[in-house]
């Protein structure tokens, strides 16, 4: 069985390539993937046709669409990404640059949710504040 670090891996790598049946089959069939919360798009999306909606539109919006990874990390139970977002809108040419931090929940080699914060501190801040830390 893989680590939760390399799950999360495989699952952003998958992304890159465009590859959503790839990413949801590391994903737990409810996954919950929560945006940043100054996301014009910012709710919960739950299980895996709501989340191919959600990655879909992204990949639909956004030409080169590709997050790389900074740094990977454990923390308590979960995996700390920070991540650095490319693209550029197909339609408006609005380059997307952007740099965030997403916080995985995995459970026996499976991605159960994964929550975006701003930065690396306010996420840990976020699992401390829930004991988590």
Do not use: K
């Not at 910012?42 to 030409?63: C, K, N, P, S």
């Amino acid at each position: 069985m893989q680590s939760s670090v390399q799950l999360v891996r495989a699952i952003v790598a998958a992304l890159n390539r465009g590859d959503v049946d790839g990413m949801l089959a590391r994903m737990d069939p409810q996954f919950e993937w929560r945006p940043l919360e100054t996301s014009p798009v910012a709710r919960v999306y739950q299980g895996h046709e709501d989340v191919r909606r959600y990655v879909e539109d992204w990949l639909g919006t956004f030409e080169g669409l590709r997050l790389d990874v900074e740094d990977l990390s454990e923390v308590a139970d979960r995996v700390v990404a920070v991540v650095h977002g490319h693209g550029r809108g197909r339609g408006s040419g609005l380059q997307l640059d952007n740099r965030f931090c997403q916080v995985w929940t995995v459970s026996r080699g499976t991605a159960i949710a994964m929550e975006e914060h701003a930065t690396r501190e306010a996420a840990v801040s976020r699992l401390t504040s829930r004991g988590l830390g």
